[in-house]
C-alpha cells in the first residue's frame, strides 16, 4: 500500500471501533481516511472477545446503546455487503441470589419500557430454552430472543472492505509511535513508516488507547485488565443455544452456529499487565463451570483457550468525544468488555458528532470529563 | 486453461479451498493469522496440523519470499484437544 503523508483522519488501532469510525466517516463523504493497525486488522482485543450483543442492561443508555446495535446488526451484513455472522438465539441471564434477581427484574421494566421485549422466565422454561442445563441452584432467569453475537473477525473484515470501497486506506504492521500537537490542535502522527500530517486523528487503540492519549498530552483513567476463553471442537446444535450468562455466577458461554462452545469469565485478580497468555487455572476452572451447568457436555473437547484484554474506565462505560485541549484528538475507547456489540453504532455517531456535529444517537454523556466531575455512570449488568 | 487446483481442499476440518485461501491472499489477508481470523483454517480439531504448511507456501508464494520468513501464525494451547470432563477433575488425577 502506496504510503502518503497527509490525510484527513487519521484513525490509530484496527480493531471494530477503529473500522467502523473510519467506514462511517467515508460513508458521510470523507476522501482520504487512514487506519494504522500496529499488527493485523482484528489482532487485538476485537478479535479475541466473546462475541455477544445485547440489549439486557441495567442503565437507560446501555439499553438505548444495545437497541440500536441489536438493530444495526440486524441489518449489517446488507449495508456491508459481506456477511458478519449474526445469530440471534438470545441471552439468558441467570440469578443465583435474591439481591441479583431483583436488579434483574428492574433491568427487565426498564427494557420493556424502552421497547425492548424481555421476559422473566421460569426454570422450566429456562430449560426449555436451553435444554439439559442444570440450574436448580438459580433462583430466576431472565430471556431476550434478539440478544445474540455475530463473528468478530467477519464483521471486522467485512467493515475493512467496505472502508477500501469507500476509499479507506489500511495500513497494517504500522504503529503509532508520537501524536503532533501545534498550538492545541492535533496536526498528526509519528509512526514506524513515517508521518502522516492529518487535522483529525482519533484514537481507537483499544488496551493501549491511555498511552495512546497520552501521546497527544491526554490523560485518561483507563486500565487494562486481561481475560481469558476457551472454545470447544464443533458439535451437533442444541447443546447451549442461547448465550449463558451469569454476573454472581460469573461466566458466560454459547455454542456458535459453526457448532463450537465458547466459555469465559470475569478474571481472579484482574491481571493487568499487557500479556496475553492462557493459564492452566482457567482451564480447569472453566472446564468445571461448563460440565456443571452443562453435564452432558464433559465428553466435549477443548480445542483451544486464549485472553484478550478490556480497556476498562472507572465506571465501565466508554469514552467518546474530542479532547479538551487538542481540537482534533478524539477518542473511541474504554469499552471495558463492550466494544464489540458497540462499535458499529458508536463508530457511527462518533463519525456523524465529527461530520455534522451532532450523532443519532446521544454520545455527550460519555466525554472523560465525567470522572474528574465525578458523573460516574455506574453499570450494574456486567461480568 | 482452468486451474484444476483451485477446488482442492486445503483446511479439511473447516473445508476450505485453495481457491479461497488464494482469493484472500490476493486481497491482501497475507498473514498465516488472518486468513485463519477471515476463513477459519488452522480453527477445527486439528489447529492446523494439515494446513498450516501448505498456506504458508501459498502465502511465499504471493509475496514472492521465502518459506523461511513466512510468519507460522500463532499456536495455543491445550495444543491437543482435551475433553471438558478430563479437565474438569483438575491436575491432581
Not at chain 1, 437497541?67 to 449489517?76: M, N, P, T
Not at chain 1, 499487565?273 to 465428553?299: I, N, Q, Y
Request: aromatic residues 8%; contains cysteine; glycine residues 12%.
Amino acid at each position: 500500500m502506496t504510503w502518503k503523508t497527509t490525510a484527513e483522519a487519521v484513525v490509530i488501532g484496527g480493531g471494530i471501533n477503529g473500522v467502523s469510525v473510519a467506514y462511517n466517516l467515508a460513508k458521510l463523504g470523507m476522501k482520504d481516511v487512514v487506519v494504522l493497525e500496529k499488527n493485523t486488522v482484528c489482532s487485538g482485543s476485537t478479535g479475541r472477545c466473546g462475541a455477544g450483543i445485547r440489549a439486557q442492561w441495567g442503565t437507560e443508555m446501555n439499553c438505548r446503546f444495545g437497541l440500536a446495535c441489536v438493530q444495526k446488526f440486524e441489518q449489517l451484513s446488507e449495508e456491508l455487503g459481506m456477511d458478519v455472522g449474526l445469530n440471534q438465539s438470545g441471552y439468558l441471564m441467570v440469578a443465583y441470589h435474591q439481591s441479583e434477581f431483583e436488579q434483574l427484574q428492574k433491568n427487565v421494566a426498564l427494557q420493556n419500557s424502552l421497547g425492548y421485549m424481555t421476559k422473566i422466565v421460569s426454570h422450566d422454561e429456562a430449560r426449555e430454552i436451553c435444554p439439559g442445563v442444570a440450574v436448580d441452584d438459580a433462583i430466576g432467569f431472565t430471556f431476550n430472543h434478539r440478544d445474540g453475537h455475530a463473528d468478530p473477525f467477519l464483521t471486522t473484515f467485512a467493515y475493512q472492505e467496505a472502508g477500501k470501497r469507500l476509499g479507506v486506506t489500511f495500513h497494517k504492521h504500522t504503529e503509532v509511535t508520537g501524536i503532533k500537537v501545534k498550538s492545541d490542535k492535533v496536526a498528526g502522527v509519528t509512526t514506524t513508516r513515517g508521518d502522516i500530517d492529518a487535522p483529525i486523528v482519533i484514537n481507537a487503540a483499544g488496551p493501549y488507547s491511555q498511552f495512546v492519549a497520552k501521546m497527544a498530552g491526554v490523560e485518561i483513567p483507563n486500565y487494562s485488565e486481561r481475560h481469558e476463553i476457551i472454545i470447544t471442537e464443533p458439535v451437533e446444535p442444541g447443546v447451549c443455544p442461547p448465550m449463558l450468562m451469569s454476573f454472581s455466577g460469573n461466566y458466560y458461554l454459547q455454542q456458535r452456529p459453526h457448532g463450537s462452545i465458547i466459555g469465559g469469565c470475569s478474571p481472579e485478580g484482574h491481571p493487568a499487565d499487557f500479556t496475553l497468555g492462557a493459564t492452566w487455572d482457567f482451564l480447569e476452572h472453566m472446564s468445571r463451570v461448563f460440565t456443571k451447568l452443562l453435564p452432558r457436555a464433559k465428553g466435549i473437547r477443548v480445542v483451544r483457550q486464549w485472553s484478550g484484554l478490556y480497556n476498562m474506565t472507572p465506571d465501565r462505560q466508554p469514552i467518546i468525544c474530542e479532547a479538551d485541549n487538542v481540537k482534533g484528538f478524539y477518542l473511541t475507547c474504554g469499552y471495558s468488555g463492550h466494544g464489540f456489540m458497540f462499535g458499529p453504532v458508536t463508530g457511527e455517531a462518533l463519525a456523524q458528532h465529527i461530520i455534522l456535529g451532532k450523532s443519532d444517537i446521544p454520545i455527550d454523556m460519555l466525554h472523560y470529563r465525567r470522572f474528574a466531575e465525578g458523573k460516574l455512570l455506574i453499570e450494574p449488568a456486567v461480568v | 486453461m482452468e486451474d484444476k487446483t483451485k477446488d482442492i481442499i486445503v483446511c479439511r476440518c473447516e473445508e476450505v479451498t485453495m481457491g479461497e485461501v488464494r482469493e484472500w491472499i490476493a486481497k491482501g489477508y497475507d498473514t498465516f493469522d488472518e486468513l485463519k481470523r477471515l476463513l477459519r483454517v488452522g480453527m477445527g480439531p486439528c489447529q492446523g496440523r494439515g494446513c498450516r504448511e501448505i498456506i504458508m507456501r501459498e502465502i511465499s508464494r504471493a509475496k514472492g519470499i521465502p518459506m523461511a520468513e513466512v510468519e507460522p501464525g500463532t499456536f495455543r494451547p491445550p495444543v491437543k484437544p482435551v475433553k471438558l470432563g478430563v479437565l474438569a477433575k483438575g491436575g491432581d488425577n
